[in-house]
């Protein structure tokens, strides 16, 4: 174990994130207790859950009309791209509350 490179982390954490946070990163580590990170996936799940609105909410926006509805221009850069990407992009575009859009494709 190289203790100059512990000190340079440490040294780093300390500048970035403080000194509590620092100090408790050092006993997890000399404890050996392991971080309970959920994957992204998970992480994007919860975040879903939370901020997908209901559809009682989608319908009134989809309802709700402006004094001025500008075009939103959505350019999209079509050289090599994946299909599924694509696809999900369009599924996206066609479920937003907002209905004044236009998609342009540019390919080079």
Excluded: C
């Excluded at 006993?27 to 559809?55: D, F, V």
């Amino acid at each position: 174990m190289n203790i100059k490179n512990n000190f340079s982390k440490i040294k780093y954490y300390l500048r970035r994130y403080g000194f509590f946070k620092t100090v408790k990163k050092v006993l997890k580590r000399l404890l050996h207790i392991k971080e309970n990170r959920k994957s992204n996936q998970e992480q994007y799940k919860i975040w879903m859950k939370k901020n997908t609105p209901k559809r009682e909410i989608l319908e009134i926006q989809k309802n709700t009309e402006f004094k001025y509805e500008p075009k939103i221009s959505i350019v999209v850069p079509m050289y090599n791209t994946n299909e599924i990407f694509f696809k999900e992009l369009v599924d996206s575009l066609e479920n937003q509350t907002y209905s004044n859009w236009e998609l342009l494709l540019a390919d080079r």
